[in-house]
């Protein structure tokens, strides 16, 4: 089957959505193989432009979290050297 150009969901949520419809009809067989197999393909694009954004929100969030340590936190100055050691 040759690979088609997908055009990616316009959010996280719209993708999610569209995959649980993807999901039902395959599930209730009233589909037939072709079209089963065109949406397969597509629910696989949409499995991976799904980890791929949650792979860049969990980057986001670990960066996030450090900003504190960054920012002047007290317990990242008294653990730097050559504070009071």
């Given at each position: ?30 589909i ?31 960066l ?22």
């Amino acid at each position: 089957m040759a690979r088609k150009t997908q055009t990616p969901p316009k959010s996280f949520e719209d993708a999610l959505s569209e995959l649980e419809r993807i999901l039902s009809d395959i599930e209730a067989g009233e589909i037939g193989l072709e079209e089963s197999l065109t949406r397969y393909e597509r629910g696989v694009f949409l499995i991976q432009h799904c980890r791929a954004v949650l792979a860049t929100a969990e980057k986001q969030i670990e960066l996030l979290t450090k900003l504190p340590d960054v920012e002047g936190d007290p317990a990242a100055e008294s653990s730097s050297p050559g504070a009071g050691a």
